[in-house]
């Protein structure tokens, strides 16, 4: 069963920034498209960004110009750099696959901002 270990969140103040980490323990991981997604209090998970085995990215509008992902195929890794982070942008963040989260969860990792 492949497995998803999300990291490097925090408490960061508003304007600061934060990278996030996603080691999956797949051997096919290089041909997966991966994305991180997001869920805050009292609201459904969402999709914040993605990236195909060879590199395209797509962003969500609200973090446009903000969010950078990228992966790592040879560590099986994907991270998400946030900066200029907002007071909406806290939320538990986690990775999986796209279109379709087809793999188990994670524990996620959690992300506050403050003001």
């Known amino acids: 069963q492949v497995q998803l270990v999300e990291s490097g969140g925090g408490l960061v103040q508003a304007g600061g920034s934060l990278r996030l980490s996603c080691v999956v323990s797949?051997?096919?991981?290089?041909?997966?498209?991966m994305g991180w997604y997001r869920q805050a209090p009292g609201k459904q998970r969402e999709l914040v960004a993605a990236?195909?085995?060879?590199?395209?990215?797509m962003y969500a509008d609200p973090v446009k110009g903000r969010f950078t992902i990228s992966r790592d195929n040879a560590k099986n890794t994907v991270y998400l750099i946030m900066s200029s982070l907002r007071r909406e942008d806290t939320a538990v963040y986690y990775c999986?696959?796209?279109?379709?989260?087809?793999?188990?969860w994670g524990q996620g990792t959690q992300v506050t901002v403050s003001s």
């Open positions: 999986n696959a796209v279109p379709l989260a087809t793999l188990s």
């Open positions: 797949a051997s096919t991981f290089s041909i997966n498209a």
């Open positions: 990236i195909r085995s060879g590199g395209n990215t």
